[in-house]
C-alpha cells in the first residue's frame, strides 16, 4: 500500500473512534465500511472517495477540491472525489467524514 494511502487511513482511524467501521479493499484503496455500506475510501494517491448521495452531489461539489467520481468514463452519481490537498486539515477531514456519515445514516444495514 502507499504511503499516503496509510497515512490517510490512520487519520481517518484515528477520527471515527466512535464508528464501528471495517475495512475492505475497493477500488484501487480502503473503503471503510460502517454498517455494510461504504462511507469513504482512501485511494493510493491521497485522493479520498466520500459516498454524498446522488441528492448531495451539487453541495459536494461546490466544496473546495471535489470532483465527480467518474470510472471508464461514466460518472458515478452519489462519489466524489476529494483531492488530498482540500483534506490535509482534521478539520476538513472531519466534515467530509460527517458528510459521508449522514448521508450513509439514510442506508439500511446491510
Known sequence: ?????????ERIRALTPDLDLVEKKMFNGR??????NMLVCPIKDGTLLVR???DGMDA????QGAA????????????VFVS??????DDA??????????????????
Open 52 to 54: 454524498v448521495g446522488k
Open 68 to 79: 465527480p467520481m467518474v470510472m471508464n468514463g461514466r460518472t458515478m452519481g452519489g462519489f
Open 31 to 36: 473503503a471503510f465500511m460502517h454498517r455494510g
Open 84 to 89: 488530498g490537498d482540500a483534506i490535509e486539515d
Open 93 to 110: 477531514l472531519l466534515e467530509w467524514l460527517a458528510t459521508a456519515r449522514a448521508f450513509v445514516a439514510t442506508l439500511p444495514s446491510k
Open 60 to 63: 459536494a461539489l461546490a466544496r
Open 1 to 9: 500500500m502507499s504511503l499516503a494511502l496509510e497515512e490517510l487511513s
